[in-house]
């Protein structure tokens, strides 16, 4: 997964996917199913390690063309698989987690050890004993 690399701060943590492919007798394949990961990224405040948590529930349909989406229900994400092609379910976890990981990664105020904010927010403890 090297789009999702790229966004990581190193490879220690995990990620594991359960899957469900299914059909509904309306000619329509789905997936459905669940990723969880731990993942370090970088917190943008401190720039040191920050171990996220993601859950993510998906829930997608397969389709050969653009034409078929208004034929799905709202909550199936969809999926152009054309006949001749090869579906990835790499390229399909790593998607659900690049668009599950925070825009802005960063430990909450007050726990970043090095970071600007911390280093304000001690001063103003200070100031105020």
């Known amino acids: 997964m090297p789009r999702l690399a790229y966004e990581l701060l190193d490879q220690k943590g995990y990620a594991q996917a359960k899957l469900k492919f299914d059909y509904d007798g309306k000619d329509r394949y789905f997936i459905q199913g669940k990723i969880e990961a731990?993942?370090?990224?970088?917190?943008?405040?401190?720039?040191?390690?920050?171990?996220?948590?993601?859950?993510?529930?998906?829930?997608?349909?397969?389709?050969?063309?653009l034409s078929e989406i208004p034929l799905w229900p709202d909550e199936y994400e969809p999926w152009i698989v054309k006949p001749a092609e090869?579906?990835?379910?790499?390229?399909?976890?790593?998607?659900?987690?690049?668009?599950?990981?925070?825009?802005?990664?960063?430990h909450p105020v007050g726990e970043c050890t090095k970071g600007e904010i911390y280093q304000l927010v001690e001063l103003y403890r200070k100031e105020i004993r």
Not at 43 to 63: A, F, K, N, P, Y
Not at 98 to 104: D, K, N, Y
């Open 38 to 65: 731990c993942l370090n990224l970088t917190c943008q405040r401190c720039l040191h390690g920050l171990m996220t948590t993601i859950d993510s529930i998906i829930q997608v349909g397969l389709m050969v063309s």
């Open 86 to 106: 090869t579906a990835s379910l790499w390229s399909l976890v790593e998607e659900e987690l690049l668009l599950s990981i925070p825009i802005v990664a960063r």
